[in-house]
């Protein structure tokens, strides 16, 4: 058992953790959630002993091997299989010991413990974490230099899991991986077979992989039983009852006060008096729940809708050497209201796609035809690199308004997140989420028809990317994501597209059916071709083939379902106990978001008649 026992850890003068306990049973799967900043990467330090603590006690079990992510990334001509094969140090040095030992009894036990450990069935162990998590058989047998540093820190995230160590501490693993990379992290930590804590923002694996909430808020420790969804339920009616204990002993306190206030000078009642101020003294405060707003992102909206399509590319070869085409004889349009979720594993072209369609690669071949005046904008994480360290968001924001007054700039300033002081702080000195919101204010400033995202949620903790999913939502324009969060691409995405085999096809079912084929393929990213088809909307172009009646009718019962569902979800939420005037920000955000599903669900409905009629025309 890991038990952490009223600890304080201060860092830089400033107090994270303030006396605090929780106690972590073996083979316990743990999420480990808070807002950015709170300290849970301070706590992973302190548990491994990298960290001194003011106050307290942290132990661990006496054999227990603890192993997290490496900070830096493995280099050097050795295989990635091998890199990964190194990580079970007991059953390295074992074999390295049985190439030089003499004594028969010595060999034994080490041929005999070889055994215990399943050493010989190793390298097949690795090589399908390996796989899992993106690498071929062919890339497996690579010398590791001759990868880029995010697959190398992949080939770190491997080696940690195939350690297999009694105590698994993940600090936000899903943010070096794609979709399918994730699909295949979550299922595997569903069946670790040992203690895992995992800090992650990531709602779906913390809705599928663990089974207990830690949650770090002003300086405590809770441990919730169940997934994410059940900690947010269980943290809602906590908070409601605190609220209703402090206003009780808040009460209390004031009766109190007001017979010490009247009677501390009568000699007959000094005793009462003098026994209800050590009841006071004694009387230890609840505090009700402070509420952490969350800075909204916004998206401003184009000056004029474009007429449809807004891009359209036609038989288009793209990549960066001539010759060598990473995506060939792509066909494919994107529509003025369009939500397009890439999927497909890292390196299959995604990047290179959202790069043609941004005007950032010139076609080798085929063409493509763009809206005039479309305007498109363009966000990335690598981008972070274009940032200038030493300026602020102010100076971000003055460069692009040189003759604007200061008055507008201080309030582009603040729309995008960066009110008052939070202006003049120094990209250098800001946090990994408040560079991602500044790169979004600076990549939409020109309002544009189009917003391509990818990997935007990389550093955003859990309220910021619903913030950001809200904001995707109420945008008119466009939207294409590549994004490894499934919460992001379920509550926005209404179109998903195959990037893989050198083409872009659409996706005909949704995420689940995608995670299922993922799980179930061989490898942890090969595309069935069998289950995608070309990406353009059948009903938008006379020279198009439409979908048959039969199909349009299943699409739409299934579109009902999903919604329904989604419904349902939104429901549940609007019947908890006084949200209204608890949340009244939540709760408005609810109902505008239900009233959106039923709009979507009186459109599938309608298509369902639509479609269900021509199919009884077609019987007749």
């Known amino acids: 058992m890991l038990s952490i026992t009223d600890i304080s850890v201060r860092i830089a003068g400033r107090l994270l953790i303030d006396h605090s306990s929780v106690q972590i049973a073996p083979g316990a799967r743990v999420g480990f959630v808070g807002r950015n900043g709170v300290g849970k990467s301070t706590l992973f330090h302190a548990i491994r002993g990298d960290l001194p603590i003011e106050s307290g006690s942290i132990a661990l079990p006496p054999r227990w091997r603890i192993g997290s992510l490496a900070q830096e990334a493995p280099d050097g001509p050795e295989s990635l299989i091998n890199v990964v094969l190194k990580a079970d140090l007991e059953r390295d040095a ?11 009894h010595r060999i034994a036990e ?11 069935s190793a390298p097949a162990r690795a090589a399908a974490i390996l796989a899992g998590l993106g690498f071929s058989t062919s890339d497996q047998a690579r010398p590791c230099a001759e990868f880029s540093g995010g697959w190398r820190m992949r080939v770190a995230l491997a080696a940690t899991l195939f350690s297999a160590p009694d105590l698994l501490l993940l600090d936000e693993p899903t943010n070096y991986l794609d979709l ?23 709602r779906d694996l913390l809705d599928t992989s663990v089974d207990q909430i830690l949650h770090l808020d002003r300086g405590k420790l809770t441990l919730y039983k169940g997934t994410y969804s059940s900690f947010e339920e269980q943290r809602a009616a906590r908070e409601l009852l605190d609220a209703k204990h402090a206003k009780r002993q808040a009460d209390e306190r004031k009766r109190l006060q007001d017979f010490v206030d009247r009677f ?16 006071l003294e004694r009387m230890k405060p609840i505090t009700a729940l402070v509420t952490q707003d969350v800075r909204e992102i916004s998206f401003p909206a184009p000056e004029k809708l474009l007429s449809p399509p807004i891009i359209a590319v036609d038989d288009v070869s793209v990549g960066y050497e001539p010759g060598k085409p990473v995506l060939n004889r792509v066909t494919l349009r994107v529509d003025t209201d369009d939500r397009i979720a890439l999927l497909g594993a890292n390196g299959n072209g995604k990047s290179t796609l959202v790069k043609l369609l941004a005007g950032k690669l010139a076609p080798f071949t085929g063409r493509i035809t763009r809206a005039d005046k479309l305007s498109v904008g363009y966000f990335a994480q690598h981008q972070v690199d274009e940032l200038n360290l030493d300026g602020s968001p102010y100076d971000h924001i003055r460069k692009l308004m040189p003759e604007a007054p200061e008055s507008k700039v201080r309030g582009r300033v603040g729309a995008i997140g960066f009110s008052g002081k939070a202006g003049d702080t120094l990209v250098k000195s800001l946090s990994g989420g408040e560079k991602a919101r500044l790169l979004l204010g600076l990549a939409t ?13 990389n550093h955003l903790d859990i309220d910021s990317r619903a ?11 466009a939207i294409m994501m590549v994004s490894h969060d499934r919460y992001l691409i379920e509550a926005c995405a209404d179109r998903l597209w195959v990037v893989a085999n050198q083409t872009v096809t659409a996706y005909d079912g949704d995420l689940d059916d995608y995670r299922r084929m993922i799980l179930s393929a061989n490898d942890g990213r090969t595309v069935s071709r069998e289950r995608v088809k070309e990406p353009a909307r059948p009903e938008r172009a006379r020279n198009e083939k439409r979908a ?27 019947a908890l106990p006084d949200i209204f005037t608890r949340d009244p920000k939540q709760a408005a955000q609810l109902t505008k978001a239900r009233a959106g599903a039923e709009s979507a669900l009186q459109r599938a409905e309608e298509e369902w008649l639509e479609a269900s009629s021509e199919l009884d025309e077609a019987a007749n």
């Open 94 to 104: 074992l074999l390295r010991e049985a190439e030089t030992a003499h004594d028969p």
């Open 110 to 120: 080490i041929q005999t413990r070889l055994v215990d450990i399943d050493a010989h």
């Open 180 to 202: 399918e990379g994730t699909l295949w992290l979550e299922n595997h930590l569903a069946n670790y077979p040992r203690t895992v804590i995992v800090i992650s923002h990531d």
């Open 264 to 279: 501390k000078a009568k000699a007959s009642k000094a005793r009462q008096a003098q026994s209800r101020v050590k009841m």
């Open 445 to 457: 400033f020109y309002a544009p028809n189009m917003i391509i995202l990818d990997e935007p949620t």
């Open 467 to 477: 913030a950001l999913a809200e904001a995707i939502n109420e945008f008119p324009g």
């Open 548 to 574: 048959s009646p039969r199909q349009r009718v299943a699409q739409a019962e299934s579109e009902i379902e999903r919604i329904n569902g989604i419904i349902a979800k939104i429901d549940t939420a609007l």
